[in-house]
């Protein structure tokens, strides 16, 4: 299965929970659909046939996931791992910039700015820019 298919299988947050089930252990069609809740069969067919290659059906009949299905189930724990550090990261550099940009425009040359206010948030990007790169890993440039 290729990128673009697996990514598209798992655009949806219900086939991920899809996953996430069968990752538990495998169930068969009736017992899926109750577990999640969906009333329409027609509704769990039509994610089912969007997760081909990600899951399969055993010699019990019952759905269960491929070796790319867990794969795929990686990459979004993955996503939602990193995710919040990159959004956080470049929080941070927003919130440095606007300290500065506000106090040098309300006191371009005042001793505390100047200082101190630049040094310090200076200090921290470059702390917080090694910490996220080299530490977690979760900038990749």
């Known amino acids: 299965m290729g990128c673009e298919k697996m990514f598209e299988a798992i655009s949806h947050p219900l086939r991920v929970e899809i996953l996430k089930r069968l990752a538990e252990k495998p169930m068969g069609f ?3 659909k109750r577990e999640l809740g969906i009333k329409s069969s027609g509704k769990l067919d039509f994610h089912l046939k969007k997760l081909e290659g990600l ?3 055993n010699e019990e009949g019952k759905y269960c996931l491929t070796r790319d299905g867990y794969a795929a189930l990686q990459a979004v724990d993955a996503v939602a791992k990193y995710g919040w550090q990159k959004r956080a990261y470049y929080l941070n550099v927003a919130v440095c910039f606007f300290i500065n940009a506000y106090c040098a425009l309300t006191q371009p040359w005042n001793q505390l700015w100047f200082k ?3 040094p310090i948030t200076i200090a921290w990007l470059v702390f917080y820019t090694y910490w996220t790169v080299k530490k977690r890993r979760a900038l990749r440039w």
């Open 116 to 118: 101190i206010v630049l």
């Open 55 to 57: 899951i399969t059906v």
């Open 30 to 32: 009736a017992e899926l």
